[in-house]
């Protein structure tokens, strides 16, 4: 069965108040279109069909504007009643898929990287989990991944003490039984609670790329995100 896609569509975008307010983070506008429709673009360019949103504030601005389709794309909408943290989401959602091979996509963060090529890699080396990673030359805001080829050894936290490096892209390929079988419903940090806790326990690899990578979590990025779109 085709892989499927769990988008995290929930956040708020609190340090993003100062351009954008009472709407859901995905929804913000960049170069005239929600963030959330290049993103949606990006799975149209693979085989996958179905997309699980996961979603909690404002939910219906995002619903009310894509509906249960785009293109070809069946979009379903898995709400959060109260705040369950990126894993949480993920969880509550993968619950409702049928495929084991899910694409993960964070609703704030766009990667423009080969997805099928990213699939193929996380199926045909068997791995738990893949993580796309982005190389950088600060890596202070975001942390770092430790990798040595393809496999990922660790995580180093944020910190202004930290230079060049691969971090986290925010696009996963995830083995559904492995995610559920060690995890549990409720509230919980996909980053801190299942990836750095299973290093070790579960093949986790890296898929290297240089395309584009932006994070419209602060006012400064999304302006490079409407400019780059803009273009």
Same mark, same amino acid.
């Given at each position: 069965?085709?892989?499927?896609?769990?988008?995290?569509?929930?956040g708020?975008?609190?340090?993003?108040?100062?351009?954008?307010?009472?709407?859901?983070?995905?929804?913000?506008?960049?170069?005239?279109?929600?963030?959330?429709?290049?993103?949606?673009?990006?799975?149209?360019?693979?085989?996958?069909?179905?997309?699980?949103?996961?979603? !909690?504030?404002k =939910?219906?601005?995002? +619903?009310?504007? *894509?509906?249960?389709?785009? $293109?070809?794309?069946?979009?379903?909408?898995?709400v959060?009643?109260?705040?369950?943290?990126?894993?949480?989401?993920?969880?509550?959602?993968?619950?409702?898929?049928?495929?084991?091979?899910?694409?993960?996509?964070?609703?704030?963060?766009?990667?423009?990287?080969?997805?099928?090529?990213?699939?193929?890699?996380?199926?045909?080396?068997?791995?738990?989990?893949?993580?796309?990673?982005?190389?950088?030359?600060?890596?202070?805001?975001?942390?770092?991944?430790?990798?040595?080829?393809?496999?990922?050894?660790?995580?180093?936290?944020?910190?202004?003490?930290?230079?060049?490096?691969?971090?986290? !892209?925010?696009? =996963?390929?995830?083995? +559904?039984?492995? *995610?559920?079988n060690?995890? $549990?419903?409720?509230?919980?940090?996909?980053?801190?609670?299942?990836?750095?806790?299973?290093?070790?326990?579960?093949?986790?690899?890296?898929?290297?790329?240089?395309?584009?990578?932006?994070?419209?979590?602060?006012?400064?990025?999304?302006?490079?995100?409407?400019?780059?779109?803009?273009?």
């Amino acid at each position: 069965m085709p892989a499927e896609a769990i988008v995290l569509a929930g956040g708020k975008g609190t340090r993003l108040q100062s351009v954008i307010s009472n709407i859901p983070k995905p929804m913000a506008p960049v170069a005239n279109k929600p963030f959330l429709t290049y993103i949606l673009e990006q799975i149209c360019a693979t085989e996958i069909v179905d997309v699980k949103l996961s979603v !909690g504030y404002k =939910y219906d601005v995002i +619903r009310s504007y *894509f509906g249960s389709r785009y $293109k070809h794309l069946h979009l379903g909408y898995v709400v959060e009643n109260e705040p369950l943290g990126t894993g949480g989401g993920i969880r509550l959602a993968a619950e409702s898929c049928s495929s084991n091979t899910l694409l993960i996509c964070n609703g704030d963060t766009f990667f423009g990287i080969d997805i099928e090529r990213f699939i193929n890699q996380h199926v045909s080396h068997n791995n738990g989990m893949t993580i796309a990673l982005k190389h950088m030359e600060m890596v202070n805001r975001y942390g770092m991944v430790e990798i040595e080829d393809f496999r990922v050894l660790g995580f180093t936290e944020k910190s202004n003490d930290l230079k060049s490096g691969w971090i986290n !892209g925010g696009l =996963y390929a995830l083995d +559904r039984n492995v *995610f559920l079988n060690n995890t $549990k419903p409720g509230q919980f940090s996909m980053e801190l609670d299942f990836m750095e806790k299973m290093v070790g326990e579960i093949k986790i690899e890296g898929f290297k790329s240089e395309d584009y990578f932006i994070d419209i979590g602060i006012p400064e990025d999304y302006q490079k995100a409407n400019e780059y779109f803009g273009k």
